[in-house]
């Protein structure tokens, strides 16, 4: 069964820091390419970062700096690390992956559409 779980979301203060972790089962893991993704209250799903089999990552522009994705092929999870948070990056993040994506489509506007496996997301709460 392919299964995304993510984790690590919570509140958090403005300037502060939060790692999200996204486990990934049921298929070979360390062959997708993997990516976040978040979606802001009343707003559309957006890319974050992404991260190819190759270890080449994306970012969007609004994160470039403060955030950084990694992979851990041998755990089977993706990881978030998120720094200087302010309210603009409260959302629902979400893991997602697809063997056949490049890490630069995350940032496309047809970005939802090369990614097939999603998780349920979890959320992230910045408060000023």
């Known amino acids: 069964q392919v299964q995304l779980v993510e984790s690590g979301g919570g509140s958090v203060q403005a300037g502060g820091s939060l790692r999200l972790s996204c486990a990934a089962s049921?298929?070979?893991?360390?062959?997708?390419?993997m990516a976040w993704f978040r979606q802001p209250p009343g707003k559309e799903r957006e890319g974050v970062a992404a991260?190819?089999?190759?270890?080449?990552?994306t970012y969007a522009d609004s994160v470039k700096g403060r955030f950084t994705i990694s992979r851990d092929n041998a755990k089977n999870t993706l990881y978030l690390q998120m720094h200087s948070l302010n309210s603009e990056d409260t959302a629902m993040y979400y893991c997602?992956?697809?063997?056949?994506?490049?890490?630069?489509?995350?940032?496309?506007?047809?970005?939802?559409?090369?990614?097939?496996?999603w998780g349920q997301g979890t959320q992230v709460t910045v408060s000023s």
């Open positions: 991260i190819d089999s190759d270890g080449n990552t």
């Open positions: 997602a992956a697809d063997p056949e994506a490049s890490a630069l489509t995350v940032v496309a506007p047809t970005a939802l559409l090369d990614f097939g496996l």
């Open positions: 049921g298929y070979t893991y360390s062959s997708y390419c």
